[in-house]
Structure formats: structure tokens, C-alpha cells
């Protein structure tokens, strides 16, 4: 039998509603494995490096290719080109190269992380309810009223929408630290780098449609 846990719905202005909603049953029952979101985040984090990192090395340098000195008489070590590692400019030694640092990871451990990192944050009582119209027009006072209300003001926050609503980007891009993603696009490095996870009343339908048990 799936455990249900019920959460309360505010309304956009931040008023608790009168009904509560159920989350799905594998953010209640989920199970932590510490060795699977470290895999999954560490290869996230790999996979945001540009990996463009470059110096020259002798041969790239441009300098010419003429004997600086003689070889012999100057009582001076000798010396090829001006371009050695020894030389100030020349080129480095086993410096930095381009290099790909992405790591392939399968799907099915993507969600299994995501689903964890979502009952993390619900466990800990990080997850709020919100009834928010998914084709609303808002300004950036509606939202800041909102966060003022829910009493999670300088706390790092993202909207969990079921479709992508530009003017709510627009609103909370004015207001540091929130952020405002399709549920479609989560990851669970995202959902642990907030403090406050804000979820539509319909994402927790999609969540249950598509994570059911």
C-alpha cells in the first residue's frame, strides 16, 4: 500500500487554501542512496566544463627560429630558439589542453536521483505548494508579495511549472536567486541547490502521471 502525505496549497497571493494536496508516493517512500546522487551531480557538474582551457606550447609560439647566439665562445649556455620553456615567453611545459569532460550517465539513474532529490527536499519540509495558473501574467511585486508571505525571503528558490510561462521568468529574473523551470527540465543537482522548492498544483499531477508507482 503507497503512503500518502498531504501538503498545503497556498493561493498566489499566499494564503493557505482549504484543501491540501497529496505528493506522489515516491517522494514519501523514496529511498537515499548518498553514492547515486554523488555519481549523478559530479557528472552533472562535468558536463557544465567548457573544457577550452589552452596554452601555447613550444611549437605554437611565435618567435623566430634563429640561434639567439653562437654555439660556442660567448660563455653563455647554449641556446636553439628563443621559444624554450626556459625562455620567458616560451612555451609551457604539460600545460592545460582542450579536453571533453563529459560523462554519459544512463537515464533511468538521472531519474532514480531526481526522484530521491525531491523526497530530500520534502522530508525536510523544503517543498510548498502553490496554486499557480499556468498561463498567468504576473510582475515581479506579485512574486516577491508571494516569497514575502511564504516567509522565504534571501532564500534560494525555483518554480516548478508544468509549461514554460515567460512572463514568470520575467518577474523573478529581477529578483535574485529565483529561478523558474519546466518540470520537464528538472535535474536533481537543481532541485538540491535550492532552499525552497515551489510546485504547481498540475506538476504534482504530472509528477504522479509520470513517477506512479
Not at 487554501?17 to 555519481?39: A, C, G, N
Not at 609551457?92 to 563529459?102: A, H, L, S
Not at 529565483?178 to 520537464?184: A, D, M, R
Request: hydrophobic share 40%; aromatic share 8%.
Amino acid at each position: 500500500m503507497s503512503m500518502m502525505k498531504n501538503v498545503v496549497l497556498y493561493d498566489i497571493n499566499g494564503s493557505k487554501q482549504q484543501v491540501d494536496l497529496q505528493m506522489p508516493s515516491f517522494v514519501t517512500i523514496q529511498k537515499i542512496s548518498k553514492s547515486l546522487l554523488y555519481e549523478v551531480l559530479t557528472t552533472y557538474l562535468n558536463n557544465q566544463r567548457a573544457g577550452t582551457h589552452k596554452v601555447k606550447t613550444r611549437g605554437e609560439v611565435a618567435f623566430s627560429g634563429a640561434k639567439p647566439w653562437k654555439q660556442k665562445g660567448t660563455g653563455k649556455a647554449r641556446a636553439g630558439q628563443k621559444n624554450s620553456p626556459l625562455w620567458r615567453k616560451g612555451g609551457v611545459i604539460f600545460g592545460p589542453q582542450p579536453k571533453d569532460y563529459y560523462i554519459n550517465i544512463s537515464k533511468n539513474k538521472r531519474q532514480q536521483a531526481l526522484k530521491m532529490a525531491l523526497s530530500m527536499q520534502f522530508k525536510n519540509d523544503n517543498i510548498l505548494a502553490v496554486n499557480l495558473p499556468e498561463s498567468f501574467s504576473c510582475k515581479t511585486k506579485i512574486i516577491f508579495n508571494l516569497i514575502k508571505k511564504l516567509n522565504i525571503v534571501n532564500k534560494k528558490i525555483i518554480f516548478l511549472i508544468l509549461n514554460n510561462n515567460i512572463t514568470l521568468k520575467n518577474a523573478s529574473n529581477n529578483i535574485n536567486n529565483v529561478l523558474v523551470y519546466c518540470v520537464k527540465n528538472i535535474n536533481a543537482y537543481k532541485v538540491l541547490w535550492a532552499d525552497k522548492l515551489i510546485i504547481s498544483s498540475t506538476v504534482l499531477t504530472y509528477l504522479n502521471e509520470i513517477y506512479k508507482l
